[in-house]
Structure formats: structure tokens, C-alpha cells
């Protein structure tokens, strides 16, 4: 695991991820209201108690107890919890280049030479996120078996966090504690599809929109063009997708624009192609729009490849 790991920092939220992965187990007894927002890593919340309301890319969710909400890295979300109950919940930030990485098998010997199935491929940690845009719904609830034992899986972690310094090879039992939460909650979901639950509240003209909008990054998506393609008028379209998102139209086009251009250039992708792949067709303006929203230029990634 990453040196700056510090399972003792407070909980923050922030838009960034200096390390692995980051667990918490939080219980407020506060309003919570927090702005429309994104993250570049891949967020999971185990929500235990309170009366909250999650929002995912235009769908709100009202939870119930052991509900899991899993958001995919670049989703835009806000959560609200009224203080009256409190908010408990574990959350896990984990980067998605960790869970590529923790998901590749070394070649091991299980027995008389046979070598472990899977060797020459990664197995999927990241399955769950990718369900999300498949099931159209960021919601997970499981049965009772399963919910238990995804509990002792984050308290397992969370215990061998805590006892960091005590334990022998604690890097290790960290490493494996994170891998079997990761394993056991992947199956989970590859086992039983039919627990993605559709279950917000959402309008349905804002979740084509961004379905379209999602779809169509490289292709003309100025404002007349979408209204015209959903038979809206424009000024109403940008009043309940700004109601819905917390974005203006153009605002989430240009965020869902620079970090697709981002992640391709990260990919090795060059940076002229892919600023025209994700809908840029003037370079210099590209790159201003890129140092605006990242701080970085396009070289900046580049250069760190």
C-alpha cells in the first residue's frame, strides 16, 4: 500500500486521491448538504443509518439501511442527511488503476505444476462500477446472507487498519483484507444482477440527455442540437437538467469533455487526438479549457506517462 496511506486522517472530502485507497467508518449527527461534485477515483459507501438522499448523475436515491451506493469514478453525485437521524456509513475510495493493478494474477503454482487459473488475464475488481452504466442504477441491496458478510469484510479491514502498527506484516494483511472486500463484493454483484435496484427518483428527459450526451462527446452537442434532438425547447431543457445536476448543459459537457481527454492521454493517447476524440476541434482552446479545469496542460500527463 501507498507510504502516505494514514487511516488516522480525518474524513475529508476531496476531489483527489494521494494514495491507494482511503477507508472510513463515519457516524454524524449533523445536516449534510453537500455540493454537486466528482472524484478521479471510485467510491463505495455501505450506508448503515439515517435519513439520506443520494444523488448519482441526475437519479436520487432515498436509502434504507445496508444499501450500497457505488459510484463510479468522473460521476457526478450529492448526498443530503438531515441531522435528526445521524449518518452512518463506511466509505471506500479506491483508484481505479489500484484495482487493475490488485486485480492482475502472478504466475503461482497451486499443485504438481498446475499453474493458478487466471494467470494470463486480470480478473475484474471493477466489475461493480462498470454494472452501474449496464443496470442504469448506482443502488445495490443484497440479502441478508450476503449483507452480513460484506459487513465483516469492512470491519476486517477497518480492524486491521486500526491495529496497523500492533500486527505482524500488517502491509500485507491490508493488502489481502482490501482484495477479499473487493472479491467479495465484486461476486456479489456478479452473482446477483438482479440486486442493482431501480429505485430513484429522476426525470427521464435528464437521464437521456446525459445518456445522449455521454454517447455522443466527439460529435456536435451544442445546446440547439440536443433540444432539437429531444424536441425540447432549450431554455427548458438548461432549467431541469441544471435543476436535476446541479451542471449547466454546456458546464457538463466540458467536465465529461477534458476528463475523457484526460484519461485518454493518460492511456498514452496523444494529446491532439485525443482533444478531437472527446469533441475539441481548436487545440489552443482545448488547452485552455484543459489548464482551467485540471490545472495541469495536456503535456503535464504527457510527461508522466
Given at each position: 500500500?501507498?507510504e502516505?496511506?494514514?487511516?488516522?486522517?480525518?474524513?475529508?472530502?476531496?476531489?483527489?486521491?494521494?494514495?491507494?485507497?482511503?477507508?472510513?467508518?463515519?457516524?454524524?449527527?449533523?445536516?449534510?448538504?453537500?455540493?454537486?461534485?466528482?472524484?478521479?477515483?471510485?467510491?463505495?459507501?455501505?450506508?448503515?443509518?439515517?435519513?439520506?438522499?443520494?444523488?448519482?448523475?441526475?437519479?436520487?436515491?432515498?436509502?434504507?439501511?445496508?444499501?450500497?451506493?457505488?459510484?463510479?469514478h468522473?460521476?457526478?453525485?450529492?448526498?443530503?442527511?438531515s441531522?435528526?437521524?445521524?449518518?452512518?456509513?463506511?466509505?471506500?475510495?479506491?483508484?481505479?488503476?489500484?484495482?487493475?493493478?490488485?486485480?492482475?494474477?502472478?504466475?503461482?503454482?497451486?499443485?504438481?505444476?498446475?499453474?493458478?487459473?487466471?494467470?494470463?488475464?486480470?480478473?475484474d475488481?471493477?466489475?461493480?462500477?462498470n454494472?452501474?452504466?449496464?443496470?442504469?442504477?448506482?443502488?445495490?441491496?443484497f440479502?441478508?446472507?450476503?449483507?452480513?458478510?460484506?459487513?465483516?469484510?469492512?470491519?476486517?479491514?477497518?480492524?486491521?487498519?486500526?491495529s496497523?502498527?500492533?500486527?505482524?506484516?500488517?502491509?500485507?494483511?491490508?493488502?489481502?483484507?482490501?482484495?477479499?472486500?473487493?472479491?467479495?463484493?465484486?461476486?456479489?454483484?456478479?452473482?446477483?444482477?438482479?440486486?442493482?435496484?431501480?429505485?430513484?427518483?429522476?426525470?427521464?428527459?435528464v437521464?437521456d440527455?446525459?445518456?445522449?450526451?455521454?454517447?455522443?462527446?466527439?460529435?456536435?452537442?451544442?445546446?440547439?442540437?440536443?433540444?432539437?434532438?429531444?424536441?425540447?425547447?432549450?431554455?427548458?431543457?438548461?432549467?431541469i437538467?441544471?435543476?436535476?445536476t446541479?451542471?449547466?448543459?454546456?458546464?457538463?459537457?466540458?467536465?465529461?469533455?477534458?476528463?475523457?481527454?484526460?484519461?485518454?492521454?493518460?492511456?498514452?493517447?496523444?494529446?491532439?487526438?485525443?482533444?478531437?476524440?472527446?469533441?475539441?476541434?481548436?487545440?489552443?482552446?482545448?488547452?485552455?479549457?484543459?489548464?482551467?479545469?485540471t490545472?495541469?496542460l495536456?503535456?503535464?500527463?504527457?510527461?508522466?506517462?
Open positions: 500500500m501507498s502516505e496511506f494514514n487511516p488516522s486522517v480525518e474524513y475529508e472530502q476531496k476531489g483527489y486521491l494521494n494514495c491507494d485507497f482511503r477507508l472510513f467508518h463515519i457516524d454524524e449527527s449533523k445536516a449534510i448538504d453537500t455540493p454537486w461534485h466528482y472524484h478521479d477515483f471510485d467510491k463505495i459507501v455501505f450506508f448503515l443509518r439515517g435519513d439520506v438522499q443520494y444523488a448519482v448523475e441526475g437519479r436520487e436515491y432515498e436509502l434504507r439501511p445496508y444499501d450500497i451506493v457505488i459510484v463510479p468522473h460521476s457526478i453525485h450529492k448526498v443530503t442527511a441531522a435528526k437521524e445521524g449518518y452512518e456509513r463506511y466509505v471506500l475510495y479506491v483508484k481505479p488503476e489500484t484495482l487493475v493493478r490488485l486485480g492482475k494474477t502472478q504466475e503461482v503454482t497451486v499443485h504438481e505444476g498446475k499453474k493458478l487459473s487466471g494467470k494470463t488475464k486480470d480478473h475488481l471493477d466489475l461493480c462500477f454494472m452501474t452504466s449496464k443496470t442504469k442504477t448506482n443502488l445495490v441491496h440479502d441478508a446472507g450476503i449483507t452480513s458478510e460484506l459487513m465483516d469484510k469492512f470491519r476486517t479491514l477497518e480492524d486491521v487498519i486500526r496497523e502498527e500492533d500486527l505482524y506484516c500488517a502491509g500485507l494483511r491490508i493488502h489481502v483484507s482490501l482484495i477479499q472486500l473487493l472479491i467479495g463484493l465484486n461476486e456479489a454483484c456478479f452473482k446477483h444482477p438482479d440486486a442493482f435496484m431501480e429505485k430513484a427518483r429522476y426525470n427521464r428527459k437521464i440527455i446525459i445518456d445522449y450526451i455521454m454517447e455522443h462527446l466527439g460529435d456536435d452537442l451544442s445546446i440547439d442540437k440536443i433540444s432539437d434532438e429531444f424536441y425540447i425547447s432549450k431554455y427548458h431543457m438548461m432549467r437538467f441544471k435543476a436535476e446541479g451542471y449547466s448543459v454546456h458546464q457538463y459537457i466540458m467536465e465529461k469533455r477534458i476528463l475523457r481527454a484526460r484519461d485518454l492521454i493518460i492511456a498514452g493517447e496523444p494529446a491532439m487526438s485525443a482533444s478531437i476524440e472527446s469533441g475539441f476541434h481548436d487545440y489552443s482552446s482545448f488547452c485552455k479549457a484543459f489548464r482551467k479545469a490545472g495541469k495536456p503535456s503535464d500527463y504527457v510527461a508522466n506517462i
